[in-house]
């Protein structure tokens, strides 16, 4: 059974860090990419950081130069370090990972979520 488990959340002031970490464990095939996306009240999820499992990264222009998203493949853990926290960074952040499968010659990519950790930013 396919698990993550996501720790790190919390509060913290504007200007703070947190580093957030999501570990997958269970019938784990193979990693194609691991995502954090997050969610405000009224707004949309929006993808926040990806790493592809080439090592490939990508980051929402709102997050630039203050997110990293890095991996350790043997822990098959995915870390976000956020720095330079602003208010509007307040959200519930979600982990997601994406598995490749082949069945009778098919492809397929499989998600998995995380639960989910509240990043909180205020004064």
């Known amino acids: 059974q396919v698990q993550l488990v996501e720790s790190g959340g919390g509060l913290v002031q504007p200007g703070g860090s947190l580093r957030l970490s999501c570990a997958a464990s269970?019938?784990?095939?193979?990693?194609?990419?691991m995502h954090w996306y997050r969610q405000a009240p009224g707004k949309q999820r929006e993808l926040v950081a990806a790493?592809?499992?080439?090592?490939?990264?990508n980051y929402a222009d709102s997050v630039k130069g203050r997110f990293t998203i890095s991996r350790d493949n043997a822990k098959n853990t995915v870390y976000l370090q956020m720095n330079s926290l602003k208010p509007e960074d307040t959200a519930v952040y979600y982990c997601?990972?994406?598995?490749?499968?082949?069945?009778?010659?098919?492809?397929?990519?499989?998600?998995?979520w995380g639960q989910g950790t509240q990043v909180t930013v205020s004064s």
């Open positions: 790493i592809t499992s080439g090592g490939s990264t």
């Open positions: 997601k990972m994406t598995t490749q499968s082949v069945d009778s010659g098919n492809y397929y990519l499989n998600d998995y």
């Open positions: 269970g019938s784990i095939f193979s990693i194609n990419a």
